[in-house]
T-cell receptor, first 113, second 115 residues
Framework: GAGVSQTPSNKVTEKGKYVELRCDPI?????LYWYRQSLGQGPEFLIY????????DSGLPNDRFFAVRPEGSVSTLKIQRTERGDSAVYLC???????????FGPGTRLLVL | AQSVSQHNHHVILSEAASLELGCNYS??????LFWYVQYPGQHLQLLLK??????LVKGIKGFEAEFIKSKFSFNLRKPSVQWSDTAEYFC?????????????FGGGTRVLVKP
């Protein structure tokens, strides 16, 4: 079936603006993860959903970042008052259950000018 | 909290050469270990994983990795690389049976295989 999809693939915004990044997981996957990958680094964990609830949001860098998954499928990562340091590739992954292999999407490349 | 270090940032080698990428983690408890690969223009995908049992793990495309608990290492190997192995390789760990299965990644190693 289809893999994890993320939209948009690229997003350019200005400092101070609000952005939303969308993740559509593999159908039937209950676990969903967001990671952030800065240039030259490995992905860093942001938040994990099991179903509709955020089971672990310990990786969110500050309160400008928020994510939702209202129906237990699609998730949206929201960033308020963007800063240049938020520029990165935002990766989404899903798995059938929390102990199964994570499948990654292509990422959204965010550039804050 | 656990951390992962990958010793080489860049590796350049010729086709048919052997490849070994180092990975060390710091965590005192039981971990699950992974190697992911990202080919140019593609998604991160799983190469292999270790949860328990035989410490020598076979993955896709002829890759293998050996878990050495005493050295906190999980090095990736391939006896003879091909040009198509050009990619970035990431080692990752998570805490065994911890809720959420969040992965901690190393910084990655870019591998360039010259034809």
């Amino acid at each position: 079936g289809a893999g994890v999809s993320q939209t948009p693939s690229n997003k350019v915004t200005e400092k101070g603006k609000y952005v939303e990044l969308r993740c559509d997981p593999i159908s039937g996957h209950t676990a969903l993860y967001w990671y952030r990958q800065s240039l030259g680094q490995g992905p860093e964990f942001l938040i994990y959903f099991q179903g509709t609830g955020a089971a672990d949001d310990s990786g969110l860098p500050n309160d400008r970042f928020f994510a939702v998954r209202p129906e237990g499928s699609v998730s949206t990562l929201k960033i308020q008052r963007t800063e240049r340091g938020d520029s990165a590739v935002y990766l989404c992954a899903s798995s059938f259950s929390e102990l199964e292999t994570q499948y990654f999407g292509p990422g959204t490349r965010l550039l804050v000018l | 909290a656990q951390s992962v270090s990958q010793h080489n940032h860049h590796v350049i080698l010729s086709e048919a050469a052997s490849l070994e990428l180092g990975c060390n983690y710091s965590y005192g408890g039981t971990v699950n270990l992974f190697w992911y690969v990202q080919y140019p223009g593609q998604h991160l995908q799983l190469l292999l994983k270790y949860f328990s049992g035989d410490p020598l793990v076979k993955g896709i495309k002829g890759f293998e990795a050996e878990f050495i608990k005493s050295k906190f290492s999980f090095n990736l190997r391939k006896p003879s690389v091909q040009w198509s192995d050009t990619a970035e390789y990431f080692c990752a760990v998570n805490v065994y049976k911890a809720a959420g299965n969040k992965l901690t990644f190393g910084g990655g190693t870019r591998v360039l295989v010259k034809p």
